[in-house]
C-alpha cells in the first residue's frame, strides 16, 4: 500500500499545454555577444520534431476504433540536451471506452566532465482513465552515463531520487521513490532503426509499490519526411486501483512525419 498521504493540488492540464508549446516554441538562441557566434550555436542546436499517428477502425461483428498519437522533440548541442514528448491513446469497444491514456514529458540533460556522463532533471506527467489514474506527476533531478555513444549505436543508464504527487482510485497522495532507467538505439541502415527503453520507478521506503515502464519499437523510413513506426509498450504497476490489473500492454503501428 501507498504511504505519506497528503492533498495535493494540481492541474495537470497546464503541463500538456506548456509542454506542446514548448516543443513548437522554444527559442533557439546562442549568447549573447553578436557576430557569427550566436549563428554558429543556432546551427548546432536546431530543433529535430517528429509526430505520429496511428488509426484502426473495425466494423460488422464488432465495432472498434483505435487511435494513437505522438509528438517529440529534441535539440541537442555540445553541452547539452533537451528532449520533449507527448502521446495519447483513445479507444472503443462496441462504444465502450476501451483505452484512454495521455503522457508527457520533459527531461534536460547537461554534459559532465567528458562527452558520456551527464547530469539531468525530468518531469513526468500521466492521465489514464481506464487505470483510474487521473494524474501521476513525477519530478526529479539525477545522474546518467553512455556506455556506447557512437553515431550508430547509443546505451545509457540514469539514476536519482524522485517525487511523485497522484491521484489514482479517487485517493490523492505524495511518496519519495528511486529512478533507475535505460535507453537503448541503433541505427541498422541509413533508413531504419530499433530503440529500447525501461525505467523502475520503486517507492524509497515501501519497495512493494513500485511501477515499471518498458518500450521497443522500429522505424523505417518511407521519405525524407514519413516513416512507418511500430513499437509495443508495456506498463506495470503493482499496487494498482481497486479492482484494476497490475500489467498494461500496448502493440502500436503509425505513420510518422518529420518536421
Not at 97 to 106: D, P, Q
Not at 132 to 140: A, E, K, P, Q, S
Not at 194 to 212: C, G, M, R, T, Y
Amino acid at each position: 500500500m501507498k504511504k505519506q498521504k497528503t492533498t495535493v493540488c494540481i492541474v495537470p492540464q497546464v503541463f500538456w499545454v506548456a509542454l506542446l508549446l514548448g516543443i513548437f516554441a522554444f527559442p533557439i538562441r546562442g549568447q549573447d555577444g553578436g557576430g557569427a557566434q550566436p549563428q554558429a550555436e543556432e546551427m548546432k542546436s536546431k530543433w529535430e520534431r517528429s509526430a505520429s499517428l496511428g488509426l484502426t477502425v473495425t466494423q460488422g461483428n464488432k465495432d472498434t476504433l483505435l487511435l494513437n498519437s505522438n509528438i517529440l522533440g529534441i535539440r541537442k548541442s555540445d553541452q547539452s540536451e533537451i528532449r520533449l514528448g507527448a502521446d495519447g491513446t483513445y479507444g472503443e469497444i462496441e462504444s465502450t471506452t476501451s483505452t484512454e491514456s495521455i503522457h508527457g514529458f520533459a527531461q534536460y540533460n547537461r554534459i559532465f566532465f567528458n562527452d558520456r556522463a551527464f547530469g539531468y532533471a525530468r518531469v513526468d506527467a500521466l492521465h489514464d482513465g481506464i487505470a483510474d489514474v487521473d494524474y501521476r506527476l513525477t519530478i526529479g533531478p539525477g545522474a546518467g552515463y553512455y556506455f556506447i555513444k557512437s553515431e550508430k549505436t547509443k546505451l545509457s543508464a540514469e539514476a536519482g531520487p524522485s517525487l511523485v504527487f497522484e491521484k489514482q482510485g479517487g485517493v490523492e497522495q505524495s511518496y519519495g521513490a528511486l529512478r533507475l532507467a535505460e535507453r537503448f538505439e541503433r541505427r541498422l541502415n541509413g533508413r531504419a532503426r530499433l530503440w529500447q527503453s525501461a525505467e523502475l520507478l520503486p517507492q524509497v521506503d515501501d519497495f512493494e509499490n513500485f511501477l515499471i515502464s518498458g518500450e521497443i519499437g522500429i522505424e523505417a523510413d518511407l521519405t525524407k519526411k514519413l516513416s512507418l513506426r511500430a513499437f509495443i509498450q508495456d506498463t506495470y504497476d503493482n499496487a494498482p486501483a481497486a479492482r484494476r490489473k497490475e500489467n498494461d500492454v500496448k502493440l502500436v503501428t503509425a505513420l510518422g512525419y518529420k518536421f
